[in-house]
């Protein structure tokens, strides 16, 4: 009777070490492809940032410039 206890609980470590490393396998699988995905969208928003505050900058010397400066 503790042989079939013993057994069954190492059945159950078994099935749950199968599907730990079957988890770990299918995130070694796909996250390079998260990552690269994350780096695209990081670089996208930054380049937009920095379109953004380039137009701020410009919009900020033509105030500063005044009307008479677009005459």
Same mark, same amino acid.
């Given at each position: 009777?503790?042989? +079939?206890?013993?057994?069954?609980v190492?059945?159950?470590?078994?099935?749950?070490?199968?599907? $730990?490393?079957? $988890?770990?396998?299918?995130?070694?699988?796909?996250?390079?492809?998260?990552?690269?995905?994350?780096?695209?969208?990081?670089? $996208?928003?930054? +380049?937009?940032?920095?379109?953004?505050?380039?137009?701020?900058?410009? #919009?900020?010397? +033509?105030?500063? #410039?005044?009307?008479?400066?677009?005459?």
């Amino acid at each position: 009777m503790i042989q +079939e206890f013993f057994q069954g609980v190492g059945n159950g470590l078994l099935l749950l070490i199968g599907i $730990a490393l079957t $988890a770990l396998f299918i995130l070694w699988v796909t996250l390079p492809f998260l990552v690269l995905q994350l780096v695209r969208s990081n670089r $996208a928003l930054t +380049e937009e940032v920095r379109r953004l505050r380039l137009l701020q900058e410009k #919009d900020g010397e +033509e105030a500063e #410039d005044g009307p008479q400066s677009h005459q």
